[in-house]
């Protein structure tokens, strides 16, 4: 079992940057691909962002790419995703996730409780 705790969520001006954290517990979080996920009110769930379980690999949904960065450190249990040039479209409850590396929600298995961002204009 994983369980994760997302934090660093709150409110940012448009410009801004946020960095959210993510706290795994379970001796396996080393094992996992990691994922950012976002969800706006009234909409699905969509992608951010995904690292490889050695930190090697990433890859981003367009819309955030070059403004949003993943890193992952296994030392300390922690998958980070830094958030800059905020724009009010990023404004979302953000989740982390554990699983295998993928654009998908169902290809994770364990799924943090979520962190709000707001971006105002």
């Known amino acids: 079992q994983v369980q994760l705790v997302e934090s660093g969520g709150g409110l940012v001006q448009a410009g801004g940057s946020l960095r959210l954290s993510c706290a795994a517990s379970g001796r396996t979080f080393s094992r996992f691909a990691m994922g950012w996920f976002r969800q706006a009110p009234g909409k699905e769930r969509e992608f951010v962002t995904t690292?490889?379980?050695?930190?090697?690999?990433?890859a981003y949904a367009n819309s955030v790419r070059g403004r949003f960065t993943i890193s992952k450190d296994n030392a300390k249990n922690t998958v980070y995703l830094q958030m800059n040039s905020l724009k009010p479209e990023d404004t979302a409850v953000y989740y982390c996730?554990?699983?295998?590396?993928?654009?998908?929600?169902?290809?994770?298995?364990?799924w943090g409780q979520g962190t709000q961002v707001t971006v105002s204009s």
């Open positions: 690292i490889s379980w050695s930190g090697g690999s990433t």
């Open positions: 996730a554990a699983g295998r590396r993928s654009q998908f929600p169902r290809d994770y298995d364990y």
